[in-house]
Antibody, heavy 118, light 107 residues
């Protein structure tokens, strides 16, 4: 059974930093692209970032480029999102997501809430 | 950019639901997916490749379309189908994009 478990969310002040983690199990982690997708309270889904199976290729949404860094440790079956220079508009539930065969997102974690507020 | 319509759809159990997703440019290789999200839950993949049902998805859910126009159809609504539905594309700019969602509510 595929399982994705996020952790690391919480309350942080504007300009602060936070690191999210996603522990994966139930599949060969290193074979798949992995993503972060976020959802602001009461709003829709927004793609944030992705990383390939080997960790050598990453992409970011324009809204987080230069502030967020995605990485992974395949030995630990874990993906990370380092978030710096956080802004109020980064407040959201952050989902860890596994990519399927055609650019779709076939498995989602339960999400972790990040609140940026003074 | 993906535009979903209608924003809200009010129907009764047993009725047929038709949700639309229109892309501003052609979706490459029909890399178009549909998700269902219930309150307090993560989204769930329903359809990928525009028309292929994901594992465990009932056959009352079907996807169709190509190019810029896509449709999610629920043939006979069950009480558990009332939720928010999102379409999502891969491959154009931006790399991944979601529609703004359609809320399917009980009439």
């Amino acid at each position: 059974e595929v399982r994705l478990v996020e952790s690391g969310g919480g309350l942080v002040q504007p300009g602060g930093s936070l690191r999210l983690s996603c522990a994966a199990s139930g599949f060969t982690f290193s074979d798949y692209w992995m993503h972060w997708v976020r959802q602001a309270p009461g709003k829709g889904l927004v793609w944030v970032s992705r990383i390939n199976g080997g960790g050598s290729t990453t992409n970011y949404a324009d809204s987080v480029k230069g502030r967020f860094t995605i990485s992974r440790d395949n030995a630990k079956n874990t993906m990370y999102l380092q978030m710096n220079s956080l802004r109020a508009e980064d407040t959201a539930v952050y989902y860890c997501v596994k990519e399927g065969f055609t650019g779709d997102f076939d498995y989602w974690g339960q999400g972790t809430l990040v609140t940026v507020s003074s | 950019v993906l535009t979903q319509s209608p924003a809200t759809l009010s129907l009764s159990p047993g009725e047929r639901a038709t949700l639309s997703c229109r892309a501003s440019q052609s979706v490459s290789r029909n890399f178009l997916a549909w998700y269902q999200q219930k309150p307090g839950q993560a989204p769930r993949l329903l359809i990928y490749g525009a028309s292929t049902r994901a594992t465990g998805i009932p056959d009352r859910f079907s996807g169709s379309g190509s190019g810029t126009d896509f449709t999610l159809t629920i043939s006979r609504l069950e009480p558990e189908d009332f939720a928010v539905y999102y379409c999502q594309q891969y491959g154009s700019s931006p790399l991944y994009a979601f529609g703004q969602g359609t809320k399917l509510e009980i009439k």
